[in-house]
């Protein structure tokens, strides 16, 4: 079964704005990664934020990390029609950091 | 420098056969994970091999089992194929235990139709 759901399950915004996705969690983690899947492809990893983080930027991306309520967030701002994609939370826990466990997804389109 | 490799990138089988799928790591990658995904299930974890050794497991039958190389190349095999295997299944790697700043690298993948 999924550990994190992600919210909402589809996101369609125009050009330039900015898209903001959610994911929950069930467990304690070590740490928590953001992907992004093109059409079925292998995923590519955007970024990763750790237990004891609240905060992590990179590039265009902003992700937040609140683990009292078990949940973050991944911004992607001033989009492009290039971030049409379907975006995947997935956690790592302390037991088994081997294993990600991932949302269901967020597909996000972005309309030229 | 290369990034994983799957192979091959599409197969079609009938039920009751088995498959072999092949991942090569990047170069200097000692974990190598696999993944299945579906539309119903989502991304779910099969295992994760590190120095030939099997560290975890996911959730599936025994049908599905892997291996690792001494040379950090990796293959999992399903048997006695059922039309709920059909999914991508994907392949991941990391130095380590992808603690690392750079996560897990996947492959393309391998799309798998039974038939």
């Known amino acids: 079964s999924q550990q994190g759901e992600e919210d909402p399950q589809a996101l369609s915004i125009q050009e330039g704005e900015n898209a903001t996705m959610n994911c929950s969690y069930k467990t304690s983690i070590n740490n928590l990664q953001w992907y992004r899947q093109n059409s079925g492809r292998g995923l590519v990893h955007l970024i990763l934020?750790?237990?004891?983080?609240r905060e992590k930027h990179s590039g265009r991306l902003r992700v937040t990390l609140d683990t009292s309520k078990k949940s973050s967030s991944l911004l992607i701002t001033a989009s492009r029609a290039a971030d049409t994609a379907s975006y995947f939370c997935?956690?790592?826990?302390?037991?088994?950091?081997?294993?990600?466990?991932f949302g269901q997804g967020t597909r996000l389109t972005i309309n030229p | 420098k290369a990034g994983v490799t799957q192979t091959p990138r599409y197969l079609i089988k009938t039920r009751g056969q088995q498959v072999t799928l092949s991942c090569s790591p990047i170069?200097?990658?000692?974990?190598v994970s696999w993944y299945q995904q579906t539309p119903g299930q989502g991304l779910q974890f099969l295992f994760e091999?590190?120095?030939?050794?099997?560290?975890n497991k996911g959730n599936f039958p025994g049908r599905f089992s892997g291996r690792q190389f001494s040379n950090s190349r990796s293959e999992m095999n399903v048997s006695t194929l059922e039309l709920g295997d059909s999914a991508l299944y994907l392949c991941?790697?990391?130095?380590?235990?992808?603690?690392?700043?750079?996560?897990?690298?996947f492959g393309s993948g391998t799309r798998l139709t039974v038939v």
């Open positions: 991941a790697s990391s130095l380590n235990q992808g603690t690392a700043p750079h996560g897990y690298t």
């Open positions: 997935a956690t790592a826990t302390l037991q088994g950091a081997q294993k990600l466990v």
């Open positions: 170069s200097g990658h000692r974990s």
């Open positions: 934020i750790r237990s004891n983080e």
């Open positions: 091999y590190f120095s030939e050794t099997q560290r």
